[in-house]
């Protein structure tokens, strides 16, 4: 079964989405015949490299910050939950909800 070009960009948002988006790009069959399904994969394939760079600026940053405090009594809390860490009544999205109500937003799914 052969998805179509708005399936396959859904598919790959929502792999975004759910971090998985590196082996879909991997392991999805794309067609080299068809331009627009090349383009959303180039698309797709910019938000995988953009991620990885903003993912190790992060880790390189979070490096020198915890250097830089070593000898003070920090903890380092970090991702879409991480206020849980300090306070476990504190409810808050999923980095998943968050990013489907953002592509949803500006119209992405629809695409």
Do not use: W
Not at 2 to 20: E, G, I, P, Y
Not at 37 to 65: C, F, N, P, V, Y
Not at 75 to 83: D, H, T
């Amino acid at each position: 079964m052969q998805l179509s070009n708005r399936q396959v960009r859904t598919l790959l948002l929502k792999a975004d989405a759910h971090k998985v988006l590196p082996s879909v790009l991997r392991h999805y069959p794309f067609s080299a015949s068809d331009p627009t399904l090349e383009r959303i994969r180039q698309e797709a394939d910019s938000r995988r490299i953009e991620s990885a760079a903003l993912s190790t600026m992060l880790r390189h940053h979070t490096g020198l910050i915890l250097e830089a405090a070593s000898d003070l009594p920090v903890e380092l809390v970090k991702g879409p939950c991480a206020c849980r860490k300090s306070n476990p009544l504190i409810s808050v999205m999923q980095s998943t909800q968050d990013r489907t109500a953002e592509y949803e937003t500006n119209g992405l799914y629809g695409a």
